[in-house]
């Protein structure tokens, strides 16, 4: 296997955890904070404040609180900054719809069962039905990518960041999309951008650097 190869099999490797974010969002908090007041205290010198008020944020806030989660991610706290993700992740997954959100989760089943093509059936549900709603068009992205389909998994990661500019999951999305396509430049610039976004993602930051080498190795190559 040359060096080119090999750099490529471990940025594949490293790229996996990107179709299932997620995780703990940390203890439940001891007291209840209001939306407003989780926000306020997202900035407050004690962590564990700032701890509780992002994983409550997960519990209660909107789309429109992402900015102040985003900052969150830039925490000196590590559990502040894991709660901030997670809340950013729970708050992307709510549509307000009750029927959205159940086949929503039933979509999430069948991904995490492995059922792909069902899975792709109930989002294209969701997507024709509530098209505003972002992480429909995320989730099918996934599945898009997942059976190969790598121009379709574009076109909709498109209308994610349409929906949603925030979207470091998309944008990494697409770095591993044109990663796959061989398209080595652009599937570095996606992940730079996704990382702006959310500074916490290790395994899009060793992309970086293997793409930065295999990109001089082949400049070097052709010289």
């Known amino acids: 296997m040359d060096t080119q190869a090999r750099t490529a099999s471990v940025l594949f490797a490293s790229l996996l955890w990107l179709l299932f974010p997620g995780g703990s969002a940390g203890a439940a908090p001891e007291q209840a904070l209001d939306r407003a007041q989780a926000l306020r205290s997202l900035s407050d010198a004690d962590a564990p404040l700032r701890r509780q008020a992002a994983g409550r944020l997960g519990e209660v806030g909107v789309f429109t609180d ?9 925490d000196a706290d590590a559990e502040t900054r894991a709660n901030a993700e997670q809340a950013i992740w729970q708050i992307w997954g709510r549509s307000d719809d009750a029927q959205i959100d159940a086949l929503y989760r039933k979509g999430v089943e069948q991904m995490s069962a492995g059922e792909l093509q069902p899975g792709i059936a ?16 995320n989730k099918r992205a996934t599945l898009y990518f997942m059976t190969g389909e790598y121009r379709k998994s574009l076109a909709d990661c498109a209308q994610v960041i349409k929906r949603n500019p925030y979207h470091f999951g998309a944008l990494a999305g697409y770095g591993q999309i044109y990663l796959r396509l061989k398209d080595y430049t652009r599937s570095l610039e996606y992940f730079r951008r996704a990382l702006e976004l959310n500074p916490n993602m290790d395994g899009v930051r060793l992309s970086i650097l293997l793409l930065e080498q295999l990109i001089e190795q082949r400049r070097k190559d052709m010289i």
């Open 122 to 137: 109930t989002f294209t549900r969701i997507v024709r039905l509530k098209p505003e709603f972002a992480e429909g068009w």
């Open 66 to 74: 992402t900015p102040e989660l985003l900052r969150a991610l830039r």
